[in-house]
């Protein structure tokens, strides 16, 4: 069942995305979020989501039998890429956020901005990325691309607890979002050796809910915004011009 799993999700978000609201039977939870947000945002949540438990179904590192995707693997592949100078030809770091928050008594002013956003970072760049349908499967396009000095990612991850948060084992409640103003959406890191995923990080509460224990559910908001204000601080600023 696991391995059918992610060709399932991504085909039948795709479907989602891509046929008319009026032509489809949305599931109960797609429903309530577009009456609390704009339903661009809700079938986005929904897309990330869907893609998320697929994902997390796939990728058990523990159980895989390929040794690079073993935390001691994966940990090994980011120390090198720690010690490289800059990470290293053939891998990548893509997050992806799509965040909402309920529509209660309070104005709509005094509500949180929805935050959509997907960047990916290679060796020498970050990227602005898109979310496209490519027969009849979700896929990843670089928009726009900027210079970007690499080298301190991997020890980011390293000192963020990534692989530590990958392994669940966190105390406290199950929670998400924990330190945003949202209460709905989708969040993921994920870090792509040689065009397969090696570590996968996840949260949603959306379509479906992938929770981490409080404390990891913590780290995990630190590493993201660590990794994501650099993306964002790099596209605020004009693009380098040729002299």
């Known amino acids: 069942m696991a391995a059918s799993l992610p060709s399932f999700n991504r085909t039948l978000t795709s479907q989602i995305i891509l046929q008319e609201q009026g032509n489809l039977v949305l599931p109960l939870c797609v429903q309530q979020l577009m009456k609390n947000v704009s339903p661009f945002i809700a079938l986005f949540c929904l897309a990330l989501g869907m893609v998320s438990l697929g994902l997390a179904f796939e990728s058990s590192a523990d159980d895989h039998p390929d040794a690079k995707l073993n935390p001691?693997?994966?940990?090994a592949i980011l120390e090198q890429g720690a010690a490289a100078g800059e990470l290293p030809d053939g891998r990548a770091i893509r997050l992806s956020a799509c965040l909402g928050a309920l529509e209660g008594n309070d104005p709509a002013e005094s509500r949180p901005v929805e935050l959509r956003e997907?960047?990916?970072f290679s060796p020498r760049q970050v990227h602005r990325v898109t979310l496209e349908s490519d027969m009849g499967k979700l896929v990843y396009r670089r928009s726009e691309s900027r210079p970007?000095?690499?080298q301190d990612l991997c020890k980011t991850l390293l000192d963020g607890k990534a692989i530590e948060i990958q392994s669940r084992k966190g105390q406290g409640p199950e929670t998400a979002l924990v330190g945003?103003?949202?209460?709905l959406g989708s969040r993921s890191i994920e870090v792509i050796w040689e065009g397969q995923t090696i570590l996968d990080l996840q949260e949603s509460r959306a379509a479906g809910l992938l929770l981490y224990r409080e404390s990891d559910a913590r780290a995990f908001g630190a590493l993201y915004e660590a990794l994501a204000t650099q993306a964002r601080n790099t596209f605020r600023s004009p693009p380098a011009t040729k002299k």
């Open 118 to 120: 997907t960047w990916e």
């Open 180 to 183: 945003t103003p949202y209460q």
């Open 72 to 75: 001691t693997g994966i940990r």
């Open 148 to 150: 970007f000095a690499s």
